[in-house]
Nanobody, 126 residues
Framework: VQLQASGGGLVRPGSSLRLSCSAS????????IGWFRQAPGKEREGLAS????????YYADFLKGRFTISRDNAKNTVYLMMDNLKPEDTAVYHC????????????????????YGQGTLVTVSS
C-alpha cells in the first residue's frame, strides 16, 4: 500500500510539466488529495487540493492560476498540471491522501496524513 508522486524532471523556465500521484493497494476515490512541495532550506508549502465528493479544488494564492489539479478515479491517479514554470518552482513535490479534506487544506505533519507519498524532484533551470 503506497502513494507515489512521479513525473518530475529538469525543464526550462516557461515550460509545462504534469505530475502524477498514483496509489497502489487502495482506491484514491475515497480520499481528498493534496499536492505539496518543499524546496531546499524552505518550509513545506501546500499547493492544491481536490475533494473526493464533488471534485472541488483549492489552490494556493501564490500560484496565480499556473497549476491545475485533477483526478482520474478510473486510473487511481491525481494529476498536477504545472504551466509557465519558474526557477522558484524548483522543489521536491509530494502528494498526500486523507479522508479529511480539512486536514489536506489546512496542513498537517507528514505522519498525520493517511498516506503521504514519496516525492518527485522538479528542477526549473535554463
Amino acid at each position: 500500500v503506497q502513494l507515489q508522486a512521479s513525473g518530475g524532471g529538469l525543464v526550462r523556465p516557461g515550460s509545462s510539466l504534469r505530475l502524477s500521484c498514483s496509489a497502489s493497494g487502495f482506491d484514491l476515490d475515497g480520499y481528498a488529495i493534496g499536492w505539496f512541495r518543499q524546496a531546499p532550506g524552505k518550509e513545506r508549502e501546500g499547493l492544491a487540493s481536490i475533494s473526493t465528493s464533488d471534485g472541488s479544488t483549492y489552490y494556493a494564492d501564490f500560484l496565480k492560476g499556473r497549476f491545475t489539479i485533477s483526478r482520474d478515479n478510473a486510473k487511481n491517479t491525481v494529476y498536477l498540471m504545472m504551466d509557465n514554470l519558474k526557477p522558484e518552482d524548483t522543489a521536491v513535490y509530494h502528494c498526500a491522501a486523507d479522508v479529511s479534506l480539512r486536514k489536506i487544506r489546512l496542513g498537517a505533519r507528514v505522519n498525520e496524513y493517511d498516506y503521504y507519498g514519496q516525492g518527485t524532484l522538479v528542477t526549473v533551470s535554463s
